[in-house]
């Protein structure tokens, strides 16, 4: 029988040989792996900006030349997304209803699909209409647009139509590579708050998610779901999208826009990867993920953000169309101010604060203040003789755009810098408008800037005639220790209570006055007024022109101040003094001139003061009084 052994374990080994490499070919076959290569909040920056440590960032002539690059080395299927604001941050916006250059754009590149942001409704719903047919017009390849929970009314046919000509849909499915990739997309509710012009229907976000999800699950037989979310997060387990991860089992990966976020590496949440990779281009998401068997979370294999920046190339494809639509933005737009793209407006011996920390650290700054001071100028240029002196020209931090590295500034750089909206004449660029409000609630505003700003970075303020002193230490809502006007000449007066001040700032900041009431739970009221001091309700009827009947454009004011000075004065290459921050523990400093919300906190200090004393008292009151001593007969004494 000795013979028959060796036989016998050979072919044991062999079948268990056979066994085990049949049950690894089972598991590569169930097994699916994934690479996503995403953006969002490119913000149609089409060309390189200037970095703050030198160098350049970002622009689509360079992404496409990486999304090419990433594409031919991936080892999985890849999918190509993108979670929205495509659009509004660049000259480029200005052909955005008639030539739609960021769909065609992101189509030339190579996307799958994209979502829409709330800056896609900066041209309200008539021009995102507007660029959706230029862009089904253009018979160029564009992406796919999903867009879930915020939708045109019943009511507006043609913005309907418009939606269904290109196509926009819940969700979509792209197959790659053997996958079937389902992919839908919401918007959030800062993002709604952020659009209010919009004209859209808002359904929550978790609803719309769960309705859709089942909805893929149960029709599209898809191996992965992934969720283009404008709504934002950040790093520390806050944000609307780590409440949706949780809310809405089934999406295996969030691209999470809005936010301008930049995850270093996925945020598992529920059953979620949640992932950002910064704004304007200046990042390439990429996110392999992989799912071992049917119905098993998806994991993380590699994830990288890789840097869109001077070390790579153009795309000479991209360089060509970006150059195309350059040359439609100065024949349309810029030749109505006789101005060129790349004109050089004037030049700067310093930086200014780079646009990526505009913003995060409270108090003074010197960008904020050549704006300011710029709405002031263009001003007095639109209403000559009859200008009527400006108390407050101001600025909030979350509608600048750009910023000025030192050197020359150019037409381009100077719209970058205030490139939202458009005006109520239909054309790019919100105008500035002009209101009145009184001493009293001209307070509250420096009370916004000073007790909003560390909740909300883009509410910070800055401006031009006024001065107000904070101690961010103070209670909320009452950290403003003094403020006063500042008149032309310098010299420095305290404000009159009920004396209207007239104010000068964007359409979109003067809409956004008003939410100071519902922002600070009523205890902060802003209410803008006409010159007689009636309430506002029509902003647009506010609207400054110029003496032709042209709106007074924010851009436009900054670009002709620039031009003004040739050199950038050297009063902006440091803070002057409107804005102090005077940061005190100082008892006195806390208690100064208490407001109401600080009278609030000591009344309810003492309340509780009071109260554990009475608590005590009684405590003590209760204890049972101590007998004295028995002597040796048992007796009391």
């Not at 952020?194 to 609803?207: R, V």
Request: aromatic fraction near 8%.
């Amino acid at each position: 029988m000795r013979f028959l052994r060796r036989p016998l374990a050979f072919a044991l080994s062999m079948l268990i040989l056979l066994g085990f490499l049949f049950s690894q070919a089972s598991a590569a076959e169930t097994e699916k792996r994934l690479t996503i290569l995403f953006t969002h909040d490119t913000h149609d920056h089409f060309l390189p900006m200037p970095a703050e440590r030198g160098g350049e960032y970002g622009g689509y002539t360079r992404l496409a030349a990486l999304l090419k690059a990433e594409r031919a080395a991936a080892q999985t299927p890849v999918v190509t997304l993108d979670a929205g604001d495509f659009s509004m941050g660049s000259l480029f916006q200005t052909i955005y209803t008639t030539d739609a250059p960021e769909l065609r754009a992101l189509g030339a590149m190579g996307y799958d699909v994209t979502t829409l942001g709330n800056h896609e409704f900066d041209y309200r719903a008539r021009g995102l209409a507007d660029m959706l047919r230029a862009a089904a017009d253009s018979g160029d390849i564009c992406p796919a647009i999903v867009q879930a929970n915020y939708k045109p009314p019943e009511s507006d046919a043609g913005t309907w139509q418009a939606w269904e000509r290109y196509g926009i849909s819940d969700y979509t499915v792209v197959e790659r590579g053997g996958l079937r990739v389902a992919v839908f997309g919401v918007l959030g509710v800062d993002a709604d708050e952020c659009a209010p012009m919009s004209g859209m229907e808002f359904e929550p976000i978790a609803e719309a998610a769960k309705r859709v999800v089942a909805e893929i699950q149960a029709e599209a037989d898809a191996d992965f779901v992934i969720c283009l979310s404008h709504s934002g997060t950040d790093e520390k387990g806050k944000g609307e999208d780590y409440a949706l991860a949780k809310a809405v089992p089934g999406i295996d990966v969030i691209i999470s826009g809005h936010t301008h976020s930049t995850t270093q590496t996925p945020i598992q949440t529920g059953g979620a990867q949640i992932v950002s990779c910064g704004e304007y281009a200046q990042n390439l998401g990429a996110l392999t993920i992989r799912r071992g068997g049917e119905g098993e979370a998806v994991t993380v294999e590699d994830y990288r953000l890789i840097p869109v920046d001077e070390t790579v190339p153009d795309d000479p494809a991209m360089a060509a169309l970006a150059g195309t639509f350059q040359k439609r933005v100065e024949e349309t737009y810029l030749a109505d101010y006789g101005l060129g793209f790349e004109e050089v407006l004037a030049r700067t011996p310093f930086d200014f604060t780079p646009i990526r920390q505009f913003g995060q650290t409270q108090g003074e700054d010197a960008l904020g203040n050549l704006i300011a001071d710029a709405y002031i100028h263009a001003v007095k240029a639109a209403e000559g003789a009859d200008y009527v002196p400006v108390d407050f020209a101001v600025v909030a931090a979350g509608v600048v755009r750009g910023s000025f590295a030192a050197g020359e500034i150019t037409v381009s750089d100077a719209f970058q810098v205030s490139s939202l909206g458009s005006g109520g004449d239909g054309t790019p660029g919100y105008p500035l408008i002009s209101v009145y409000i009184t001493g009293r609630e001209l307070r509250d505003a420096f009370e916004v800037d000073a007790s909003v700003t560390p909740l909300m970075s883009a509410a910070q303020l800055y401006g031009a005639g006024m001065t107000w002193t904070f101690n961010p230490h103070r209670m909320l809502f009452d950290k403003v220790t003094d403020c006063a006007q500042v008149l032309e000449d310098g010299r420095t007066v305290p404000l009159e209570d009920d004396r209207l001040y007239r104010v000068v700032t964007g359409l979109y900041s003067g809409q956004m006055l008003g939410a100071v009431n519902d922002k600070s739970f009523g205890l902060l009221t802003i209410t803008p007024k006409d010159e007689q001091g009636v309430p506002v309700t029509d902003f647009e009827a506010r609207i400054l022109h110029n003496a032709d009947g042209t709106e007074v454009k924010e851009w436009y004011a900054l670009a002709s101040y620039l031009q003004s000075m040739g050199m950038v004065d050297a009063r902006y290459a440091a803070p002057e003094g409107r804005k102090v921050v005077n940061a005190s523990w100082n008892p006195i400093a806390l208690l100064k001139n208490p407001g109401g919300t600080t009278i609030f906190a000591l009344l309810l200090a003492l309340a509780a003061v009071l109260i554990v004393i009475l608590a005590l008292r009684r405590l003590l009151g209760r204890r049972p009084r101590s007998g004295g001593y028995r002597n040796y007969r048992g007796r009391r004494r």
